[in-house]
C-alpha cells in the first residue's frame, strides 16, 4: 500500500519552544490530510483537515493559532506546536488521503514537552 | 458517519482464529465498513473493507450481516503480532466531507 512518513519519530522539546512535525506522501499525491493526536490508553482525535493550497479546518477545541498547519504542496503537510507546553506532550498522527480516498497513517511522533 | 460499537477487549491463543465483532447499527446504504489496527505506538494500518459483501485478503477476513448492522473481523490464525488495538469504521467511500473519527476500538491481546 501507500506509504506516509513522518518526521521526527519522536521530539523532546523545552516548554515554551515550538515544535514541527513533518508528514510526506512518498508515493502519492494527497490533496487532504489530516492531523490526530492521540493521548496514552485513548483513542485517536482528529485535530484537523489540511487540504493543499487551502487553510486548515480545525475540530471543535483545537486551537488554530497553536497547532499551525501549512499544506503547501501534495506531498507535504506539516504540523507546528507553537509555544509547547507539557499537556501538548502526545503522539501525533498525519494520515494522506489518495484521489481515490483511501486513507493511509503515518507512523506518528511522540512529543514530550519538559 | 455511523457509530460503532466494539468490546473493549478480547483475547486468543495463538494460532487459534480470533473474531473481533463490531455493531453499527445505524449505518447507512452507501456507508462501508472498514477495519484499522494499531500496534503499541504506531500508526494505524489498514486491514479491510466491504459494503455488503464478504471479503477476505491476506490479513483478514470481513464478514458482513446480511441486514449490515454488524460485522466480525476475523484473523484466521492469530500470533503474537497481531497484538493491537482494533478499530471498526463505517464510512463513506468516497467524497471530501467524509471525515474519519475513531472510536475506542477493542484491544486484542494474543497469547502463547
Known amino acids: 500500500g501507500a506509504v506516509v512518513s513522518q518526521h521526527p519519530s519522536w521530539v523532546i522539546c523545552k516548554s515554551g519552544t515550538s515544535v514541527k512535525i513533518e508528514c510526506r506522501s512518498l508515493d502519492f499525491q494527497a490533496t487532504t490530510m489530516f492531523w490526530y493526536r492521540q493521548f496514552p490508553k485513548q483513542s485517536l482525535m482528529l485535530m484537523a483537515t489540511s487540504n493543499e493550497g487551502s487553510k486548515a479546518t480545525y475540530e471543535q477545541g483545537v486551537e488554530k493559532d497553536k497547532f499551525l498547519i501549512n499544506h503547501a504542496s501534495l506531498t507535504l503537510s506539516t504540523l507546528t506546536v507553537t509555544s509547547a507546553h507539557p499537556e501538548d506532550s502526545s503522539f501525533y498522527i498525519c494520515?494522506?488521503?489518495?484521489?481515490?480516498?483511501?486513507?493511509?497513517f503515518g507512523p506518528g511522533t511522540r512529543l514530550t514537552v519538559t | 458517519d455511523a457509530k460503532t460499537t466494539q468490546p473493549t477487549s478480547m483475547d486468543c491463543a495463538e494460532g487459534r482464529a480470533a473474531n473481533l465483532p463490531c455493531n453499527h447499527s445505524?449505518?447507512?446504504?452507501?456507508?462501508?465498513v472498514y477495519w484499522y489496527r494499531q500496534i503499541h505506538s504506531q500508526g494505524p494500518q489498514y486491514i479491510i473493507h466491504g459494503l455488503k459483501n464478504n471479503e477476505t485478503n491476506e490479513m483478514a477476513s470481513l464478514i458482513i450481516t446480511e441486514d449490515r448492522k454488524s460485522s466480525t473481523l476475523i484473523l484466521p490464525h492469530a500470533t503474537l503480532r497481531d497484538t493491537a488495538v482494533y478499530y471498526c469504521?463505517?464510512?463513506?467511500?468516497?467524497?471530501?466531507?467524509?471525515?474519519?473519527?475513531f472510536g475506542r476500538g477493542t484491544s486484542l491481546i494474543v497469547h502463547p
Open positions: 445505524t449505518i447507512s446504504g452507501n456507508e462501508y
Open positions: 494520515s494522506a488521503r489518495t484521489i481515490t480516498y483511501e486513507q493511509y
Open positions: 469504521i463505517v464510512r463513506l467511500l468516497s467524497g471530501g466531507s467524509y471525515i474519519p473519527t
